[in-house]
């Protein structure tokens, strides 16, 4: 069952500009994750936001959650061409044993 | 260095025919995964393991099975591939579910 759901399922903006994803969830976690993916290659982690944290930074990425509201973002500042791939959130059942994803969204980043 | 491994990564099998994809990891972590990623869908858990000799469905196992003998391996056996199989597979690990996962490379399968 897909748990996260991201928004928009696509997004195309030029180098400079920001890019911004959002995930919707449904029940309750204990962390969600957001991963990248390069065309066909394996997902990349780039960060981990627990459920009693509001807001994380890593270098040009900031990730925010609202647990009231269930839902995440991922901003990219500055976006480069190399930050061309898919983006996937992830968020952990209750029971702790398997993680889910959405169906991503793909972004492009025109020179 | 640290990382999953996937063999093969390129598969063409015909239908009926048994496979197995591999899937090893050098980081001691007990949790592992298999995902399969098709179009439209995203990824889907096929199989998790929380620990040697310990293995659960995800949400789509069907047709597939898994072992895990070892604490770093991890195989995805197919025994009668069908076509609706046909799709990109990934095998992941962490410490714990909660966790960062590791992905590997991808097993790209076609089932003919």
């Known amino acids: 069952s897909q748990q996260g759901e991201e928004d928009p399922q696509a997004l195309s903006i030029q180098e400079g500009e920001n890019a911004t994803m959002n995930c919707s969830y449904k029940?309750?976690?204990?962390?969600l994750q957001w991963y990248r993916q390069n065309s066909g290659r394996g997902l990349v982690h780039l960060i981990l936001?627990?459920?009693?944290?509001r807001e994380k930074h890593s270098g040009r990425l900031r990730v925010t959650l609202d647990t009231s509201k269930k839902s995440s973002s991922l901003l990219i500042t500055a976006s480069r061409a190399a930050d061309t791939a898919s983006y996937f959130c992830a968020t952990v059942n209750s029971g702790y044993s398997t993680l889910t994803f959405g169906k991503g969204t793909m972004l492009l980043v025109s020179p | 260095e640290a990382q999953v491994t996937q063999n093969p990564r390129y598969l063409i099998t015909v239908t009926g025919k048994k496979l197995t994809v591999t899937c090893s990891q050098n980081m001691n972590h007990e949790y592992m995964s298999w995902y399969r990623q098709d179009p439209g869908l995203g990824l889907r858990q096929i199989y998790y393991?929380?620990?040697?000799?310990?293995?659960d469905k995800g949400d789509v196992p069907e047709g597939y099975k898994v072992s895990r003998k070892e604490k770093r391996n991890f195989p995805l056996i197919l025994e009668s591939p069908s076509p609706n199989q046909t799709s990109l597979y990934f095998c992941?690990?962490?410490?714990?579910?909660?966790?960062?996962?590791?992905f590997g490379p991808g097993t790209r399968l076609l089932v003919l």
């Open positions: 029940t309750s976690i204990n962390n």
């Open positions: 393991s929380m620990n040697v000799e310990v293995t």
């Open positions: 936001i627990r459920s009693n944290e």
């Open positions: 992941a690990s962490s410490p714990r579910p909660q966790e960062t996962q590791y």
